[in-house]
């Protein structure tokens, strides 16, 4: 069974702090993408991930790719209220991307 | 910056009506995707187009819902008759295609601002 499962799913963090979203998958790939998705709103392509020990980084979001743990992570650095959204992890799982059900963050003042 | 274009942006229907909705990829985009989002759940693939052919349905309930791409370009989803469960965004996303590993993957899907449908 193809699945895509993240943790935590509902994270809210203080302003300046650090913290790891998680992407566990249940088959092999190696290539992930993480998006994010404001509420009412579309999703945002923001890393694709396309090897193993693949990392990106944007600003205060850097995210990781172990194939073959098949994990993938999201650290947030210094987390600023513009943060504040879902994020998805997609699994390319051929034939179809699978998405987890997505990390709500809410980062407060 | 080219972009994935949907319309409607809302609709509320009542169950058992037909609704449809639009979606123009990026230019030059060969695959087509529409997937389903209930609130709070991540997007679930519907139906998968490379250009006029469909690729993947095997998620599309074929009873009520229907899809076409008769040019290759835009694409129309349509759902006959609505009911209540179907209330959810309708997002469509499209992306350009590669070739890896002797298999044709896909690269990065943009997506549109989606179609938010309410069915009463």
């Known amino acids: 069974e193809l699945k895509v499962e993240q943790n935590p799913l509902f994270l809210s963090m203080q302003e300046g702090k650090n913290y790891t979203i998680y992407c566990n998958y249940s088959?092999?790939?190696?290539?992930l993408y993480w998006y994010r998705q404001d509420p009412g709103k579309s999703l945002e392509s923001l890393f694709v991930?396309?090897?193993?020990?693949a990392v990106k980084q944007e600003g205060r979001l850097m995210a990781s790719l172990d194939t073959k743990a098949r994990l993938s992570t999201l650290h947030i650095t210094a987390a600023v209220h513009d943060l504040s959204a879902t994020y998805f992890c997609a699994v390319d799982m051929f034939p179809r991307l699978t998405f987890g059900e997505g990390t709500q963050l809410t980062v407060n003042p | 910056e080219a972009e994935v274009a949907q319309s409607p942006r809302y609709k509320i229907t009542e169950k058992s009506q037909a609704v449809a909705f639009w979606c123009d990829p990026i230019?030059?985009?060969?695959?087509l995707y529409w997937y389903r989002q209930i609130l709070g759940q991540g997007p679930e693939l519907l139906v998968q187009?490379?250009?006029?052919?469909?690729?993947?349905d095997s998620q599309l309930p074929k009873d009520r819902f229907s899809a076409e791409r008769l040019k290759g370009v835009d694409s129309t989803l349509k759902i006959q008759p609505a009911e209540l469960g179907d209330s959810a965004m309708y997002l469509c996303?499209?992306?350009?295609?590669?070739?890896?590993?002797?298999?044709?993957?896909?690269?990065?899907?943009?997506f549109g601002p989606g179609t938010r449908l309410l069915v009463l």
């Open positions: 996303a499209s992306s350009l295609d590669a070739w890896t590993s002797g298999r044709l993957s896909q690269e990065t899907q943009y």
């Open positions: 088959t092999t790939s190696d290539r």
């Open positions: 187009f490379q250009d006029e052919s469909v690729v993947d």
């Open positions: 230019s030059g985009h060969a695959t």
């Open positions: 991930l396309l090897s193993n020990g």
